[in-house]
């Protein structure tokens, strides 16, 4: 049973585009949301964060929404660069688990210059 | 400091054979976690520790699979004896402890090719 699911294994968009990924997740206990960026044979990096209490956090080109009656989360990346070209991870954690986090299957985005 | 630090980055073992994966995490943090990458199951967690006590191992495959943190600078999964289906990355991370503080930092993981 997937608690955070990322639904789009994949996705492509064009360099100076929005790239857009999506993540829903089942467990209300959960209060805080994170997103990890992760390259061929290196280990996840924390990329940004929302916490339960907003429903949007801008960091540069990078915003994360959420939207809690959905139990939805996006990314967006604008403008992409062929650089962000990645698998993306969406996690989350509630505080009655300790620092756990619970991983999504993670999207590869692929930025094409 | 380093980062998280893992050993060895690769891994080929026969299927029998006893592995021993190792993690160094960063000093001060407070939790330390295993999760292991698959194309099927992406990341999923393994176990983690609280200041060195095992607090949940629900996600250890089977009993082969067994983690130990003797101190607050050092970590080990083992299996044994491994299996073809345990192949997969397996990365270890650690976080501080903190309101607020849920980043996790991993380590670069050591891929487990077990044939």
């Known amino acids: 049973d997937q608690q955070v699911k990322q639904n789009s294994p994949s996705l492509s968009v064009q360099e100076g585009r929005i790239s857009i990924l999506n993540c829903d997740y089942t467990n209300s206990m959960f209060d805080y949301f994170l997103w990890y960026k992760k390259y061929p044979a290196e280990g996840p990096t924390f990329l940004i964060s929302?916490?339960?209490?907003?429903d949007k956090n801008e960091d540069g080109r990078f915003t994360v929404f959420l939207n809690k009656s959905a139990k939805h989360l996006s990314l967006h990346i604008v403008p992409s660069q062929p650089g962000d070209s990645a698998v993306y991870f969406c996690a989350a954690k509630s505080d009655n688990a300790g620092n756990m986090l619970t991983f999504g299957g993670g999207t590869r985005l692929m930025v094409k210059p | 400091d380093a980062g998280v630090i893992q050993s060895p980055r690769h891994e080929v073992t026969e299927m029998g054979q006893e592995v021993t994966l190792r993690c160094k995490p960063i000093s001060g943090h407070d939790y330390l976690f295993w999760y292991r990458q698959t194309m099927m199951r992406g990341l999923e967690l393994l176990i983690y520790?609280?200041?060195?006590?095992?607090i949940d191992d629900s996600g250890m495959p089977e009993d082969r699979f067994s983690a130990k943190m003797p101190n607050a600078s050092f970590s080990t999964l083992k299996i044994q004896p491994s299996e073809p289906r345990d192949s997969a990355v397996y990365f270890c991370?650690?976080?501080?402890w903190g309101v607020g503080k849920a980043e996790a930092f991993f380590g670069q993981g050591t891929r487990l090719t077990v044939v």
């Open positions: 929302i916490s339960s209490i907003k």
């Open positions: 520790f609280n200041n060195n006590v095992p």
């Open positions: 991370a650690s976080s501080p």
